[in-house]
């Protein structure tokens, strides 16, 4: 009895030793956070995004102020000749109908224009 006992422990112990020992727990991730895989996706997204969009050629031919600080600015964007009020916006059409333009300032010297959804801004003179 006390060989089979023995055998048993011996076996049981051979046994525990062949078993791959468990990993440790990995830290949880930050949810918030994208991982290393999808953040250089993102990135190449962005990128290519950015050297698709361009701003179309603008310039001005002339403005009309009146007064009362309101006022127009006549513009040529790729040929093809604008007129855009102060506060208003104007949509593009052809390869730039995804843009629109708003003249956010105009004075005497010089015209300031958004273009949206860009975010980038036009000084004409």
């Given at each position: 009895m006390k060989h089979l006992l023995m055998i048993y422990a011996l076996l049981t112990a051979a046994a ?68 855009l009020k102060k506060g208003s916006t104007l949509s593009l059409s052809g390869q730039y109908s995804h ?27």
């Amino acid at each position: 009895m006390k060989h089979l006992l023995m055998i048993y422990a011996l076996l049981t112990a051979a046994a525990l030793a062949q078993q791959p020992h468990p990993e440790p727990p990995k830290p949880q991730a930050d949810p918030t956070q994208p991982d290393e895989a999808l953040q250089k996706l993102l990135m190449a997204s962005v990128q290519n995004t950015a050297s698709l969009i361009n701003v179309p050629s603008v310039q001005m031919r002339g403005k009309i102020i009146q007064s009362s600080g309101q006022g127009l600015v006549i513009i040529e964007v790729n040929k093809q000749i604008l007129a855009l009020k102060k506060g208003s916006t104007l949509s593009l059409s052809g390869q730039y109908s995804h843009l629109s333009l708003q003249l956010t300032e105009l004075t005497s010297e010089n015209a300031t224009i958004e273009v949206l959804p860009l975010k980038q801004t036009l000084r004409l003179q």
